[in-house]
């Protein structure tokens, strides 16, 4: 006949508590082990900003980066999400609004004839795209993403920390620039 153990209400509360305990410590080691996997230093991202250098004559309207939006007009956008560790094969893809004309004279505005002025103005808006490499930053300082646009809707970006026009600026092409008759292939 097998023995049968009688077991206190106070062991019995230890027991669970003990199970509870160890229950708890199994769970924080797995998702230590987990969140291990997923924080090294080839996965760490950092949120920054967006920036536009308008190099042509025209404007950009808005632009995007991998899908992280902003405004065209100078400044920065928050915010786009990169990792803090440069790797071969980064890619933007940008994409932007840009008006040939923004400087177009219109009627006042709020008036009817505003309203027709811009559907016919924003009926000349251009939409273009292209697809660039992120460019190497040293170690993990990696600045905001700056995208210059460029005559012949073409693009470039940096992460550098300085700033457009300083000496150690990569980017060096001027701004206002004006199309040019043919583009380049």
């Known amino acids: 006949m097998p023995e049968i153990e009688i077991i206190s209400k106070a062991d019995k509360k230890l027991r669970l508590s003990m199970l509870r305990k160890l229950t708890q410590w199994v769970l924080y080691a797995l998702l230590g082990f987990m969140l ?6 080839e ?5 920054g900003n967006l920036a ?21 007009g100078g400044g920065s956008s928050c ?5 803090t560790k440069w790797r071969p094969g980064l890619l933007a893809y940008i994409t932007w609004e840009f008006d040939p004309d ?3 004279a219109a009627p ?9 002025f ?19 930053w040293p170690g993990t300082q990696s600045c905001d993403l700056k995208v210059h ?34 583009c380049p292939a």
């Open 36 to 41: 291990h996997g997923c924080s090294s230093a």
């Open 43 to 47: 996965n760490e991202m950092a949120g």
């Open 52 to 72: 536009a250098v308008n190099h042509t004559v025209g404007a950009i309207n808005w632009f995007s980066v991998n899908g992280y939006r902003a405004h065209g």
């Open 79 to 83: 915010c786009i999400i990169m990792p």
């Open 102 to 104: 923004p400087f177009a």
């Open 108 to 116: 006042p505005l709020g008036t009817d004839e505003f309203r027709a």
């Open 118 to 136: 811009m559907i016919k103005h924003k009926a000349n808006y251009q939409h273009h795209s292209a697809m660039v490499e992120i460019p190497e």
């Open 149 to 182: 646009f460029l005559t012949c809707n073409k693009v470039k970006v940096t992460t550098a920390c300085a700033v457009y026009g300083q000496p150690n600026y990569p980017i060096k092409e001027a701004k206002q620039m004006k199309e040019p008759a043919v």
